[in-house]
């Protein structure tokens, strides 16, 4: 069924992983608290991974010896192609961390993207014991994220290892390709962002997930307001959305054409 959605429209699934700052503690404690002033060295994208929605090839950019540069300038074209972009928790890491590397190299301002965030559908519309990205692979599909220690993140920092860098890119690559599955288990639940039809040059009624014909009314909804909406489904997907009664009329409209 999922591999049927989303076919008119350019998605870009991606993930980024960032080092940790360095900086000056005396003691290791429970609820320590460290001020800006304790960094001497600031975090920055070590590298950033992504693949197209439906394709096989997973893409990434690293970092040069600490230096992020290149990750971002990369990166943004790339992004800029895309309809829509997909990362969990991306809202509030990934999108902003690459709002503040691009801003710190003086990139220029970076576009505000449509984004679709699964962390934001997880916490939204379902009751998960976890909503991070390995608890929801092993609950849907009984296999999560690719274990790792904190030692990897320190020998890339610390002593520019290139095997760890491999490592880690073989860490962000395999969250992606998890990313994407979890993104279409959840699909059906999400209320689409762009619509597909229209963006294919069809009409409002059609499937917005996948611009189809192929649907049907299920039930007639009126707000507080007063103001005449109908739930259509996809016989295609099976999935539902809500369309105004200008919209429905021209369905009925086509229906009597067809």
Known sequence: THQTMSKGIKRLIFDIEV????GFFWKPSYKVSLSHDNIIHEGAIMCICWKWEHAKKVHHVEWEKGDDRKCIEEFLPVAEEADELIAHNGDKFDVQ???T????????PVPIWKTVDTLSIARRRFRFNSNRLDYLGKFL?????????????????????SKSMKDMVK????????????????????????????????EKWTCPDTGSENVVKQKTRISASGMVQH???SNETGKYYTISNKAFEEYCAWRAGA
């Not at 080092?19 to 360095?22: A, G, T, Y």
């Not at 599909?141 to 290892?161: E, Q, R």
């Open 19 to 22: 080092s940790p700052c360095v």
């Open 97 to 99: 961390w690459i709002n």
């Open 101 to 108: 590397r691009a801003l710190k190299h003086d990139l220029g």
């Open 141 to 161: 599909f009984g296999a999560g994220k690719i274990h790792t220690s904190f030692d990897m993140w320190k020998d890339i920092v610390l002593k520019n290892c």
């Open 171 to 202: 860490y962000c690559k395999q969250d992606v390709l998890l990313l994407e599955k979890v993104w279409h288990a959840l699909q059906p639940y999400h209320t689409s962002k762009t619509h597909v039809g229209v963006l294919m040059g069809n």
């Open 231 to 233: 739930q259509m489904q």
